[in-house]
């Protein structure tokens, strides 16, 4: 029996063993990282808005400055039995105020735009009779010795030029407050307005009206005409040619309180008449009203017709008017509905038939109203647009001067 010792089986297989151990040892490890798995879960919070309370100054409200009056509209009492209709509804047309401060008249100014684009008419103007519609209004009116008849007139023979004054004061002051208007007045060589720009008729500018004229041609006195400047005519000659220029001292109490004289400067009339021409008496009005002012409706009363070079040539009208045309598309453009219209009235001199002042406006005015679309009137009769109070002041002067002049 041999006492030798036995060999362990790991110790007789050594590396072999090492082996088995190291497969067993990695095959637990795979199968522990098998078993393990990463999840990486984002969990994401609901968003949440929480009202914050803000504290607002109050502003404490003003009074209105300007009272307000309300009326108590009483509650309306409804019937009973109530009855549907199929009504045709017409939409109304608003019509502005016609000025109706002269009576008579004849014809009426077409054309879009201001006030009657937003569907309103513009106001119908009755200028001893010439009737016009416009919201921009020039009037160029006539106060000089024709008017009042001739250089040797009386209170009685003046009465034309005081009710002339007087109807063209009503006129003014029955103006819509929305009318824009401008008056100037003219004598052959002098042409003289009351404001250098349109004014608002606003009962302000309206009564700037009445005291302007207000001491215009007075019935009684020594005198010739509101044209006769005295001392005054070195200054209203000085400011024609720098329009525009005051003159209000110096004047004699029978003008215009104030003065704006205007003439057409030579360079402007030029591009409008023959070299070396120029407009006087009532084209220089019409003129000034054109290039300063932009009416679309212009207004003269005349006593007779004058062009701007030599009386006599019945082609003067249609070169005036003419000129005229060439105003209005350098001042208003080519669109023919914006031009403005010139209409006139013409008066018959006291003591003078009719006919003649109507061959005055058919022959020679014809192409200036005619030519813009305007009317033409004549007045007759001044008396005709007296007030009951005038027409006994007439009276009273026929008794006392006839007809005779001084």
Same mark, same amino acid.
């Given at each position: 029996m041999s006492n030798k010792p036995k060999k362990r089986f790991f110790a007789n297989h050594s590396k072999s063993s090492a082996v088995v151990i190291s497969l067993v040892i990695h095959a637990i490890l795979i199968v522990v990282a098998l078993s393990f798995v990463a999840v990486t879960v984002i969990q994401r919070e609901d968003n949440q808005f929480a009202g914050k309370q803000v504290v607002r100054p109050?502003?404490?409200? #003003? #009074?209105? #400055?300007?009272?307000?009056?309300? @009326?108590?509209?009483r509650k309306p009492k409804l019937r009973k039995r109530l009855v549907a209709k199929n009504l045709n509804r017409k939409i109304? +047309?608003?019509?502005?105020?016609?000025i109706t401060g002269i009576k008579g008249g004849i014809g009426s100014m077409g054309g879009d735009g201001g006030v009657s684009g937003i569907g309103f %008419?513009?106001? +119908?103007?009755? $200028?001893?009779?010439? @009737?016009?519609?416009?919201?921009? /209004?020039?009037?160029?009116?006539? $106060?000089?010795?024709?008017?009042?008849?001739?250089?040797?007139?009386?209170? =009685?023979?003046?009465?034309?030029?005081?009710?002339?004054?007087?109807?063209?004061?009503?006129?003014? /002051?029955?103006?819509?407050?929305?009318?824009? $208007?401008? /008056?100037? %007045? =003219?004598?052959?060589?002098?042409?003289?307005?009351?404001a250098p720009s349109m004014m608002l008729a606003t009962a302000d500018n309206k009564q700037k009206v009445v005291n302007w004229m207000e001491s215009v041609?007075?019935?009684?006195?020594? =005198?010739?005409?509101?044209?006769? &400047?005295?001392?005054?005519?070195?200054?209203?000659?000085?400011? #024609?040619?720098? &329009?525009?220029?005051?003159?209000?001292?110096?004047?004699p109490f029978y003008s215009l309180k104030w003065a704006y004289p205007y003439q057409v400067p030579q360079k402007t009339a030029g591009k409008y008449l023959p070299e070396g021409k120029n407009y006087i008496h009532w084209s220089r009005g019409v003129a000034w009203a054109i290039l300063t002012q932009k009416p679309d409706t212009i207004f003269v009363l005349t006593t007779n017709y004058v062009d701007s070079w030599g009386l006599g040539d019945d082609g003067e009208p249609s070169k005036i008017m003419a000129s005229y045309k060439k105003m209005f598309m350098d001042i208003y453009g080519p669109d023919k509905k914006t031009w403005p219209t010139i209409n006139v009235v013409v008066l018959t001199n006291a003591g003078a038939g009719s006919q003649g002042a109507y061959n005055v406006l058919n022959s020679q005015f014809s192409p200036i109203w005619k030519g813009t679309?305007?009317?033409? %009137? /004549?007045? +007759?009769?001044?008396?005709?647009?007296?007030?009951?109070? +005038?027409?006994?002041?007439?009276?009273?002067?026929?008794?006392? =001067?006839?007809? %005779?002049?001084?």
């Open positions: 109050r502003k404490q409200l #003003k #009074k209105l #400055k300007v009272p307000v009056k309300i @009326k108590k509209q109304p +047309e608003i019509q502005m105020p016609e %008419s513009m106001p +119908e103007i009755d $200028f001893f009779g010439a @009737k016009a519609k416009g919201e921009k /209004v020039v009037f160029v009116v006539h $106060f000089g010795p024709m008017t009042g008849v001739g250089l040797d007139a009386t209170p =009685y023979t003046r009465m034309t030029a005081y009710i002339i004054r007087k109807r063209l004061e009503d006129m003014v /002051v029955s103006m819509p407050e929305y009318t824009l $208007f401008n /008056v100037i %007045s =003219y004598y052959v060589y002098d042409a003289v307005a009351i041609n007075p019935l009684e006195g020594n =005198y010739d005409n509101c044209f006769d &400047w005295k001392g005054a005519r070195q200054s209203i000659n000085q400011a #024609k040619g720098n &329009w525009p220029t005051l003159v209000d001292h110096g004047l679309k305007g009317t033409g %009137s /004549v007045i +007759e009769d001044i008396s005709e647009y007296m007030t009951e109070e +005038e027409k006994e002041l007439m009276h009273q002067y026929r008794l006392e =001067y006839g007809t %005779s002049r001084k």
